[in-house]
């Protein structure tokens, strides 16, 4: 291997970490009787920064998971911990609320006050995660965190069980909003929670009703290249915010009740009342174009249309990058070099400020366009890239019964 040449990141087996991560849990809280449970990260295709807006995404999920082992306690007390993280969270129930606890560990028991916030009686719970979607990637590993351990309550607890996966999705959103800080919409959990193996998930979030489309391209040998750029991406530094305020402050003053209202032929007119405020002219052009290459991009997966895809997910990122200002200098080289390369589309996912980009390409092509990346990146002075392929997969669900 090269210096130029990239990191593969293949998913594990879940059949081989199921059983390593109950033998740590064992050693960790001395019994090994606890359950596995796993949730996937996503990669969304196209329609990014549009589920705050109540727009249309198009996400699949990912072979790569968060693994969860838990047990239910018979006091209050909460005890999680992490093969990825040295800190371990200790506490009851009654000390999880908003901005509590801190770090990572407000992710996973954030879904237990969110339960307990819409009057669900919950167990004390012993928790040990094991992420395998990569951090910091734009690939959601927060909420494949979240999702893994709304899963196992769901299997623990009769009264969570109950719950529609509308419902669980929706309690991991207002942990990620209220425990964990981060202003995110529920494209997220909803892919995680929601998603089916080999297909995309037409995902409307106005009122999260799902269509699955088939990967018929993958039958003619097209796939989703993945590279995480490895630049810095966090969602809480107060630049997903702003843009989610940016949104609203032009739905009111635009007199809608979301950015989702205005038609993309109301679209001149709504940007002519904006006019005083460029930012929110540019970030409404986004967002109400954007959810308009969702429909045309969905329609083109349903036809197999792969050249009407792709330029549409190069479309997505230029409205990105100049509109929305959410791309970076090294989620911009991966979609030139792969555009050079002869992929059919690229495009940055995620929230942006770093993380990855996509590419659709050929399955004979990854292999060098991903080498042509990661050339690219160390002509830059830049980490090396991980890169991984993305096959939809299968949503969150038990792994291992207690």
């Given at each position: 291997m090269t210096a130029e040449s990239p990191l593969w990141l293949p998913a594990p087996d879940p059949a081989q970490v199921a059983p390593a991560l109950g033998e740590a849990f064992a050693q960790?809280?001395?019994?090994?009787?606890?359950?596995?449970?796993?949730?996937?990260?996503?990669?969304?295709?196209?329609?990014?920064?549009?589920?705050y807006n109540q727009g249309l995404c198009l996400p699949m999920a990912l072979p790569h998971r968060t693994y969860a082992a838990a047990r239910p306690r018979a006091d209050r007390r909460v005890r999680v911990a992490s093969l990825q993280q040295e800190e371990v969270w200790e506490g009851t129930l009654d000390e999880v609320g908003p901005g509590r606890p801190?770090?990572?560990?407000?992710?996973?028991?954030?879904?237990?006050?969110?339960?307990?916030?819409?009057?669900?009686?919950?167990?004390?719970?012993?928790?040990?995660?094991?992420?395998?979607?990569?951090?910091?990637?734009?690939?959601?590993?927060?909420?494949?965190?979240?999702?893994?351990?709304?899963?196992?309550?769901?299997?623990?607890?009769?009264?969570v069980g109950a719950l529609e996966r509308t419902e669980l999705a929706d309690a991991c959103v207002t942990a990620e909003n209220v425990v964990a800080g981060a202003s995110t919409g529920g494209l997220d959990q909803s892919t995680s929670l929601r998603a089916r193996s080999g297909h995309a998930m037409l995902l409307d979030c106005r009122d999260f009703t799902v269509e699955h489309v088939p990967w018929s391209i993958g039958t003619s040998g097209w796939s989703v290249l993945v590279v995480d750029t490895r630049a810095p991406h966090a969602l809480v530094d107060g630049q997903y915010a702003s843009r989610r305020r940016s949104c609203e402050q032009a739905a009111a003053e635009l007199g809608v009740g979301s950015l989702r209202d205005v038609a993309v032929a109301d679209l001149a007119g709504a940007l002519e009342r904006l006019a005083h405020d460029d930012v929110l002219v540019r970030r409404v052009r986004h967002v109400v174009t954007e959810t308009e290459r969702v429909r045309q991009a969905a329609d083109a997966l349903r036809g197999g249309d792969v050249a009407r895809l792709g330029s549409l997910m190069a479309a997505s990122h230029a409205s990105l990058r100049d509109d929305y200002e959410v791309s970076c200098p090294e989620l911009?080289?991966?979609?030139?070099?792969?555009?050079?390369?002869?992929?059919?589309?690229?495009?940055?996912?995620?929230?942006?400020?770093?993380?990855?980009?996509?590419?659709?390409?050929?399955?004979?092509e990854a292999a060098g366009i991903a080498d042509s990346v990661a050339g690219a990146f160390a002509s830059h002075g830049w980490r090396r890239p991980h890169v991984l392929e993305a096959v939809p997969a299968e949503a969150a669900g038990r792994v291992r019964l207690p």
């Open positions: 960790r809280f001395g019994d090994g009787s606890a359950g596995v449970w796993a949730a996937p990260g996503r990669v969304n295709l196209i329609g990014e920064h549009t589920d801190e770090g990572w560990a407000a992710y996973a028991v954030g879904v237990l006050w969110a339960l307990r916030e819409r009057g669900l009686d919950l167990p004390g719970l012993d928790l040990l995660v094991d992420g395998h979607v990569p951090l910091g990637s734009g690939l959601s590993s927060s909420a494949a965190l979240e999702c893994s351990v709304a899963v196992a309550l769901a299997d623990l607890v009769p009264a911009d080289v991966v979609v030139d070099t792969a555009l050079e390369c002869g992929a059919a589309g690229a495009r940055m996912t995620g929230g942006g400020f770093g993380g990855s980009a996509i590419a659709l390409v050929r399955h004979d």
